[in-house]
């Protein structure tokens, strides 16, 4: 549905700093050249150009894109600028400017970088403002196109810490979309086949992202299809999703032993896919998916929807940059003292057991944070108190990796005592992510007090980080959560499809999770015997 960049010519003055852009773009498929023969030309560092590849950059054929706070003045004179003093570094938030069109278009607020740029003294009337930041109660141009000499100007992104963005990235592949005259292919039309619990949840994205309409639903119960029409009333209810033409989406929402095979019928009917994790139960179930998508040219994603919880992400931020040092050892917990839910999930036939329900997610953590080989996986299972469900009581995982990190996650419907969600080493410090224990309050019509104890998996974790004090203690800092971002997820989707863009979750990623909980299962039913996980 979208039309990729062929390739671009790269004038890069510190290849070194600019490669995180350089194999973002790659990952959206544009095709890096030399010289000046490509489709467009990215500047990457223009205060450094020789005046004999500033002539030829500005005689050039194609249209130009000059990313850097400074450049000359013969090219900000045909990008119609008039620069003023370059700001000291600071905080950025750059926001959509008038003419911003496809380029601001599901960025998900503003983008908050820390860097420096010029205010523009003066802009010429034909050029076209993209992107803004505001200095003083008014907003100055940080990103323009001059159509006349086919020169556009980005002039945030100068530090290692920008290029490595991946908001910034977005921005830069949108501009260099928006300077070939390339836009977002129409909306995208969904059917979602199976409305059960997270029917709701796929529905509300899709209404508030751009780019995706729900088009129908399919699901034998009416009590579902009228639960869908309660949030989208003008969705058609359909016995053939498969056969819609104004379907171009299918969400798969069936029970995950059935996911592979509706996958696989979507994709033979034309149909790109988002398939609910688990992704499915067997690595040649996720490779005959992958290899369909891939011989189709269609969009295959698993709904990794916890990738982006709060309290994960700001754990993440800590590890990748290198705040509690090399981590070594990583623990994860979900459970309580309970009766397991009477639904599929707790049926090993249908969910594949206890470690493919919530290791969905909490596996996908680890190898997001891990991207290193599993060497083996080792597992227990206990069977104790609920005889009436398929599903293991208790289960415990260990990741052991490669160069010796190792990962562990336990899930218990039989911990009366809770461990911590997130218990983290690191060889200068450590994390601990606690459950908090919140209720919601309020009144009944009478007055008195109505008060709803939220499960403690439904809050994120309170996140505690302990470093060396270098008196023999440690100091404790509470960190802060920051709220998840909206709609991650159908964001990435509608980003991919329209616009070329990759997204976080790949089908390659969440065969990886795959690998590991079949290899889990396996061992768990071998008294926790190491298993490679299938290669």
């Not at 004999?52 to 054929?61: I, K, M, N, Q």
């Not at 403002?129 to 990103?143: K, Q």
């Not at 007090?449 to 008196?471: I, N, V």
């Amino acid at each position: 549905m979208t039309r990729a960049l062929t390739r671009v010519s790269v004038v890069s003055a510190d290849p070194v700093r600019h490669a995180p852009l350089l194999d973002y773009l790659a990952r959206c498929g544009v095709a890096v050249s030399e010289g000046l023969d490509g489709d467009a030309v990215l500047v990457l560092g223009a205060a450094g150009l020789s005046d004999g590849a500033e002539d030829a950059l500005l005689a050039a054929s194609v249209p130009v894109l000059v990313v850097g706070p400074t450049m000359s003045a013969a090219v900000t004179d045909a990008a119609g600028l008039v620069p003023g003093q370059l700001s000291p570094p600071h905080e950025i938030r750059v926001r959509p400017g008038p003419d911003a069109g496809d380029v601001a278009t599901r960025l998900g607020g503003d983008l908050v970088v820390t860097d420096v740029w010029p205010v523009q003294d003066k802009v010429a009337d034909d050029v076209e403002v993209l992107l803004t930041a505001n200095v003083r109660f008014a907003d100055h141009p940080v990103a323009t196109w001059r159509p006349s000499t086919r020169l556009g100007v980005l002039t945030v992104g100068s530090t290692p810490e920008t290029y490595a963005d991946p908001a910034w990235q977005r921005v830069v592949h949108r501009l260099l979309r928006r300077v070939l005259g390339q836009r977002d292919a129409r909306p995208v039309r969904v059917g979602i086949l199976g409305y059960g619990a997270i029917g709701h949840e796929h529905s509300t994205a899709i209404a508030l992202t751009d780019g995706l309409e729900l088009r129908a639903v399919c699901d034998p119960d009416p009590t579902r299809i009228a639960a869908a029409r309660g949030l989208a009333p003008e969705v058609r209810a359909v016995d053939d999703l498969l056969g819609q033409d104004d379907v171009d989406l299918i969400i798969v929402s069936t029970p995950p032993n059935t996911h592979a095979e509706w996958t696989l019928r979507c994709l033979d009917a034309g149909k790109s896919v988002v398939v609910e994790k688990p992704f499915c139960l067997t690595v040649a179930e996720a490779d005959r998916q992958i290899e369909a998508a891939s011989d189709r040219a269609l969009t295959l994603a698993v709904y990794q929807n916890r990738r982006w919880d709060a309290d994960y992400l700001a754990l993440k931020k800590v590890v990748r940059n290198g705040q509690i040092g090399d981590v070594f050892h990583y623990e994860s917990f979900i459970g309580g003292y309970g009766h397991p839910c009477n639904y599929w999930h707790s049926d090993e036939a249908h969910s594949g057991g206890a470690i493919y329900d919530w290791g969905s997610h909490y596996l996908d953590w680890a190898l997001d944070l891990f991207p290193q080989t599993v060497e083996w996986v080792s597992a227990t299972a206990h069977k104790r108190v609920w005889h009436d469900v398929t599903n293991a009581d208790h289960t415990r995982v260990l990741l052991h990796f490669v160069d010796g990190v190792e990962a562990e996650f336990t899930h218990s419907d039989l911990a009366a005592a809770l461990k911590p969600k997130f218990y983290v080493l690191g060889t200068k410090g450590g994390l601990i992510g606690g459950w908090r224990h919140e209720r919601v309050v309020a009144r009944s019509q009478i007055g008195t007090l109505l008060e709803d104890r939220l499960s403690h998996s439904d809050a994120p974790a309170a996140l505690r980080m302990f470093t060396p004090d270098g008196a023999g203690g440690t100091s404790e800092t509470t960190l802060s959560v920051p709220a998840a971002p909206p709609q991650p997820f159908h964001r990435q989707l509608a980003d991919q499809l329209l616009s070329g863009e990759p997204m976080d979750v790949t089908p390659q990623g969440s065969r990886r999770n795959i690998a590991v909980m079949q290899a889990a299962t396996k061992s768990a039913r071998d008294d926790g015997r190491p298993v490679a996980p299938p290669s």
